[in-house]
């Protein structure tokens, strides 16, 4: 006779999307890394095709991408 099988009260994709949160931050993490770098050349007066926009408003992306990341590395 076979054993029961436990059924635990999560859904499958509860563990798979630990994973994707992972993904996503380092996603994120490699983001804000590449707008430190523009903000950096901008600085510097250097230029660069991927600089699209104004330093103001790069400076307020990189502070959102910040406290999502923040907000976020504390629920994993």
Do not use: F, Y
């Amino acid at each position: 006779m076979e054993e029961p099988i436990e059924q635990i009260p999560q859904d499958d994709w509860v563990e798979q999307d630990l994973l994707t949160r992972d993904l996503a931050g380092s996603l994120l993490d490699g983001e804000i890394a590449a707008e430190r770098d523009r903000l950096a050349r901008l600085e510097r007066g250097e230029g660069g095709d991927d600089i699209v926009m104004s330093k103001a408003d790069m400076e307020r992306r990189l502070a959102a991408m910040i406290d999502i990341r923040t907000k976020n590395a504390h629920k994993g």
